[in-house]
């Protein structure tokens, strides 16, 4: 890197990430940082090449700022990593800012559990995020 280069914050990064568990530093955020109003429903869309499209995207907050679940798509393996070992798939969750700022991502390392079902830390109750959709991958 040359010294007229400052070395950027890893919310500036491209992907793939690599995370690193021993250098991540624990931190805390207020309650209402992230406010998910996504409806205990399904989510009737479309698919567009490797992306799913919300009809009706549901809202939710981030930092103060509006933004809506637009689409999401899911890359197997998994993009990125944790501690240099990639995941069975991850599903990326794209959520434009309301004012035009830029996109807020937030993404799920997900691996398959042993009788094909996807297994996570909080697993959709009755459907996937997507609503139910014939041919898909979940």
């Known amino acids: 890197m040359s010294e007229d280069k400052e070395p950027q914050p ?3 990064q491209q992907s793939p990430i690599d995370l690193v568990l021993g ?3 624990p931190t805390t955020f207020a309650r209402d940082y992230l406010v998910i ?3 205990n429903a399904d989510l009737p869309g ?3 090449s ?3 499209y919300f009809d009706a995207p549901p809202p939710l907050t981030f930092n103060g700022q509006e933004a809506s679940l637009e689409r999401l798509h ?3 393996p998994s993009e990125h990593r944790l501690d240099g070992k990639a995941f069975d798939f991850e599903i990326h969750f794209v959520n434009p800012l309301k004012d035009s700022s830029g996109d807020s991502l937030r993404w799920v390392l997900c691996k398959r559990a042993s009788r094909g079902f996807i297994r996570g830390r909080r697993p959709p109750q009755d459907t996937h ?3 139910r959709h ?3 991958p979940w």
Do not use: D, Q, V
């Open 46 to 48: 479309r698919f567009k």
């Open 23 to 25: 250098t991540s530093l």
């Open 74 to 76: 899911i890359h197997s």
């Open 129 to 131: 995020p997507a609503g």
């Open 50 to 52: 490797h992306n799913f």
């Open 134 to 136: 014939r041919g898909a």
């Open 37 to 39: 109003g996504y409806p």
């Open 10 to 12: 890893i919310w500036r």
